[in-house]
């Protein structure tokens, strides 16, 4: 678009002195040639003031010539006048030759002549200054557009965004009472921290982390509202209406966390000091508009409930993820939480019922009241796997034939495939269907990308992990500080059940290798599963008392 626009720049103006360039050759007259040069500020007149210019530009030049035209009849008839009376004077030839030529060089400059021909002559010029004057309003609008495109990208999505300049969508300014979703994230230690860094390093630290966290609300359709320090307050629903609005913050909040990590993993490595994410979720009216003076207005949303996002924010632990039970409810059936408790709010006139949100569902319930305790085709399935040895086999061999006629999704059969996979590994060996179902119930699913740490040497273990698909490297160092490859964890291995089963802290670090996938229960969870499981305690129980002579070296 932009070098067709020059293309077109470029012809117009060639074409504007090209009609100057001829007008002055063509015309012998230093008076036509004076007259025409009125209209080469036409150009400059387009450029400038766009079409109007253009317009009043060529009424100026068109009245500048007339003047210039009646100056000269002025001039002109007198002149013609008194030597046309002086013609019965005259007595000699020469005189009578040089008098008639004089006249004949008069007439020949006849100003009426003169004008016509330097406006004919202008005609081209005219049409080229409108022609550049249309154009440089076309650019000029564009650049506005394309400003306020860039001011709109800069706090929505640019899917958002493109709706909103396209029309697809309207953009409502005045304040209204609106159902949304309000996104708050702090950073834990940061004050400490800054007294600590150079402001440049600071700063680069603030950016980094600000700019990867505002990439993942712009994913998943939010409104950037405002930066708070090194905190961030996000809108779903705003100024796009979403049925949604729930689930993208709720997933916007998980990716955010999962970015936060990858950072965390980087500034390890730069021997950074590291921070923690606390972040509060919540859902419902608020009034959203413009608010301020005259003199400079913010698009934001105020209510109750943006109070109850900030306080469930400053509430978070590190790593934690807090909402309430009526944001959660819309998303229970792919998304795992765990009840923390009624927490007094200034301005509710009832206790809010807080849940931590915990991960993504390996296998999604059903959505009903009873929180999806029927079992669903695929864990009816992944049972039918557990009990029957000769199915599983064919699921491991053709999933596709195995799963014929079942009326489950590609990404069902993905599960189902690794599921079938993952039961052959010593940790479910003899474990009965329920209780197989019961620790895909409980586990989340979280994703990392390759090379970030996933538990650090030294520090208190807060989860139980088993690795569903990819692989991890455990990382110790030796007495000389060096750090040196202890060992490859793959699928069906775990890892964090010591430091849950016995307090300990790790000895060792791991990270995470290409497309890794973890199975992970919080201390909650586990002490559930290790309750209620009888064969899957007891294998966790067997697979710790192997390790637990060699802890000290290999840390896992």
């Known amino acids: 678009m932009r070098d067709k626009t020059t293309v077109i720049w470029g012809a117009i103006i060639g074409l504007s002195f090209l009609s100057v360039w001829l007008g002055l050759a063509s ?24 079409l109007r210019g253009a317009l009043l530009g060529s009424l100026f030049s068109m009245m500048s010539v007339l003047w210039f035209y009646q100056a000269a009849q002025a001039v002109n008839l007198p002149t013609l006048s008194d030597l046309e009376a002086l013609i019965p004077r005259v007595t000699s030839t020469e005189e009578v030759q040089a008098l008639v030529g004089r006249l004949a060089d008069l007439r020949a400059k006849d100003p009426y002549t003169n004008f016509i021909r330097a406006t004919s002559g202008s005609f081209l010029l005219i049409i080229s200054s409108i022609l550049v004057g249309i154009l440089t309003d076309r650019t000029r609008a564009q650049e506005v557009e394309n400003r306020a495109g860039q001011r709109l990208r800069r706090f929505l999505s640019p899917g958002v965004a493109e709706a909103i300049l396209s029309g697809e969508q309207t953009f409502e300014l005045s304040s209204t009472r609106r159902e949304i979703s309000i996104l708050f994230a702090d950073l834990r230690g940061f004050t400490t921290l800054s007294e600590r860094m150079e402001p440049e390093e600071l700063s680069r630290l603030l950016n980094e982390y600000l700019a990867s966290m505002t990439e993942v609300i712009f994913r998943h ?35 955010m966390r999962g970015k936060f990590y990858e950072l965390l993993s980087t500034w390890y490595l730069e021997g950074r000091e590291t921070i923690t994410l606390g972040v509060g979720v919540q859902s419902g009216f608020a009034t959203v508009g413009n608010f301020g003076t005259s003199n400079r207005l913010e698009h934001t949303a105020i209510g109750t409930n943006v109070n109850l996002a900030s306080r469930l924010s400053d509430l978070a632990t590190p ?165 040196q490859h202890v060992a490859t964890l793959g699928r069906g291995n775990h890892f964090g059940e010591l430091a849950l089963l016995h307090d300990r802290p790790r000895n060792a670090t791991i990270r995470a290798g290409a497309g890794l996938e973890l199975l992970t229960l919080d201390p909650q969870s586990f002490q559930q599963l290790m309750t209620s499981c009888a064969k899957l305690a007891e294998n966790v129980k067997q697979e710790a008392a192997k390790r637990l002579p060699l802890h000290s070296e290999a840390g896992i």
Request: proline share 4%; aromatic share 8%; glycine share 8%.
């Open 319 to 483: 790593g934690q993820i807090l909402t309430t039970q009526r944001t959660y409810a819309k998303s229970r059936h792919f998304i795992e939480a765990r009840s923390v408790g009624q927490l007094e709010v200034n301005g509710l006139a009832h206790p809010a019922d807080v849940v931590e949100i915990l991960g993504y569902r390996l296998v999604p319930i059903g959505q009903s009241d009873n929180q999806g305790e029927e079992s669903t085709l695929l864990e009816r399935t992944i049972e039918r796997m557990v009990e029957d040895a000769s199915f599983r086999a064919l699921v491991i061999r053709d999933t596709e034939q195995a799963l014929k006629g079942l009326e489950v999704t590609e990404a069902e059969r993905a599960i189902a495939h690794r599921i079938a996979e993952l039961i052959g590994y010593p940790l479910f060996a003899g474990v009965p269907s329920d209780e197989v179902r019961r620790l895909l119930r409980l586990a989340t699913v979280e994703r990392f990308a390759e090379g970030v740490v996933i538990t650090h040497q030294g520090e208190k273990e807060a989860k139980f992990y088993t690795i569903y698909s990819g692989e991890a490297t455990v990382l110790a160092i030796d007495a000389q500080g060096m750090e």
């Open 27 to 50: 015309v012998p007259s230093a008076a036509i040639q004076y007259w025409y040069l009125n209209f080469s500020p036409l150009i400059l007149a387009a450029y400038r003031f766009g």
């Open 221 to 255: 359709d939010g409104t950037l509202d405002k930066y708070i320090g090194d905190g961030i307050m996000a809108i779903f629903g705003d100024p796009v209406p979403s049925l949604r609005h729930e689930e993208n913050a709720l997933r916007a909040a998980l990716e």
